[in-house]
Every structure is written in structure tokens, then in C-alpha cells.
């Protein structure tokens, strides 16, 4: 019997045409630091170089710690002046980017449907953003942060995906039992890897991602559409 069910966003619950919407992400990015006088190659750079190594946060601090000191490590303390100023950005030039993220109204019956069915659901996204960027593109798919038992951000994780110690944080930090509880996603790596915990998952397939062309012959799959319908004949 499944109780809780973790979702995926970019690419799962909000559509998203990720090399358009990269493209615009750094690009808007770039114009916003440089208003600011940062060397923008230089920065866009860091901010790279800085949320690779979030991907790798061994869980001895929050991302967002391990995020901004290296911002520090390069530009000193006073760099951290600038968190709030790039919270202004994700309010409002980031907002562009849902030109490349097409709301699916599907997401907003699975969700209702999950809802309905007094499941736990929680908003499993790599927590690589703030949490008000990350909040932004849940209205972009036209939800709900409120839906949600539990969003992950940078601002309260300590591990990102594909790291199986992320799935875990939340499967520890609410209780769940992995025997109840069911993945949602759209990328092999990242999202289908919680099968070690004896997870069970549905791959949404209207933006497949599999960049090591893993078999996926053995998972729960279909698109948005087939999703709503799996959900529905749950027990």
C-alpha cells in the first residue's frame, strides 16, 4: 500500500525544455551580475563551480553553506551581501524562464488526485536552488508550495542527487516506510536510483532523461497521462 509518494519537478511535475531553459538561466544571470560589476565569466564560472560541488556535499553542512563559501573562498565575506540581492533575481528576471517550462494541467490532477487519496506527498527536487527560485517554478507549473509536505531546497538539505543518503534524509526525517512509499521522476540517474532503498518509482517519460542509457525495461513508466491513471488504481 503506498502512503507517500516523492516527486521530481524540472522535467516531471513542471515540463521543461532544459538546454533552452539553461541557456536563458545563464544568460539572464550573466546580465544581472554584471549590472552589479562582477566579472560575469568569472562569476557565472563560480556559480558553477560552486553548485557542482553541492552535487557533492558529503552532509557535514546545508548546501547553501557549502554553496557560499566557496563564493567566500574567492571573493571574500563580502560576497555574502549578495544573497539577497540574488533573491530579488529569482523573484523576477528568473521568472522569464517559464517561457520554456510549459505548465502541464496533468500535474495539477496528479497532485489533487494524491491529495484526495491523503497520500504524504513531498516535492523531491535537486536542491540546488534557494528556496525562492525553487518556489517559483512550482507556480510555474501551476501548484501549490502549500500541496506539499516537504520541499527540498539548498536552503535545507545537506545532499543532492543522485547521492542515495538524499533519498534517505527523507525517508528518515518523516519515517516513512520505503515499502509505502513511491518515486516519481524523469531522470534515470538522478530520481530511479532510490530502487536501492526498496522504493518503488514511475518514470515519466514526456522528458526522459537517461544519460548513461540505462535499461528501463524493469520500471513503472508513461507519461503524464499514464502517471494520473497508475495513481488512480492504487490501493
Do not use: Q
Not at 521522476?185 to 532503498?197: A, F, P, R, S, Y
Request: with cysteine; net charge neutral; aromatic share 14%.
Amino acid at each position: 500500500m503506498i502512503k507517500n509518494v516523492l516527486f521530481d519537478l524540472d522535467g516531471t511535475l513542471l515540463p521543461m525544455k532544459e538546454k533552452e531553459f539553461t541557456k536563458f538561466y545563464l544568460t539572464s544571470l550573466d546580465e544581472f551580475v554584471y549590472k552589479l560589476g562582477y566579472d560575469y565569466k568569472e562569476f557565472i564560472n563560480n556559480i558553477i563551480i560552486g553548485t557542482e560541488l553541492v552535487v557533492n556535499n558529503d552532509g557535514t553542512k546545508l548546501n547553501k553553506e557549502v554553496f557560499w563559501n566557496h563564493l567566500v573562498s574567492v571573493y571574500g565575506l563580502d560576497i555574502l551581501k549578495l544573497d539577497n540581492i540574488l533573491d530579488k533575481y529569482y523573484d523576477n528576471e528568473f521568472n522569464n524562464g517559464k517561457l520554456y517550462c510549459p505548465a502541464n494541467p496533468i500535474s495539477k490532477d496528479v497532485i489533487k488526485l494524491c491529495l484526495d487519496k491523503k497520500y504524504n506527498i513531498v516535492l523531491a527536487t535537486n536542491p540546488i536552488f534557494p528556496k525562492i527560485a525553487t518556489y517559483n517554478r512550482i507556480k510555474w507549473a501551476k501548484l501549490n508550495p502549500s500541496d506539499f509536505l516537504f520541499i527540498t531546497t539548498y536552503d535545507n538539505s545537506y545532499y543532492s542527487k543522485p547521492n542515495i543518503k538524499y533519498y534517505e534524509y527523507i525517508l528518515n526525517k518523516f519515517n516513512f516506510d520505503p515499502n509505502e512509499t513511491l518515486m516519481v521522476g524523469n531522470d534515470v540517474n538522478e530520481d530511479m536510483c532510490i530502487t536501492k532503498l526498496n522504493v518503488s518509482t514511475f518514470l515519466v517519460t514526456d522528458y526522459l532523461k537517461n544519460i548513461s542509457n540505462l535499461d528501463i525495461s524493469k520500471f513503472n513508466k508513461g507519461n503524464m497521462s499514464d502517471l494520473y491513471n497508475y495513481l488512480k488504481e492504487l490501493k
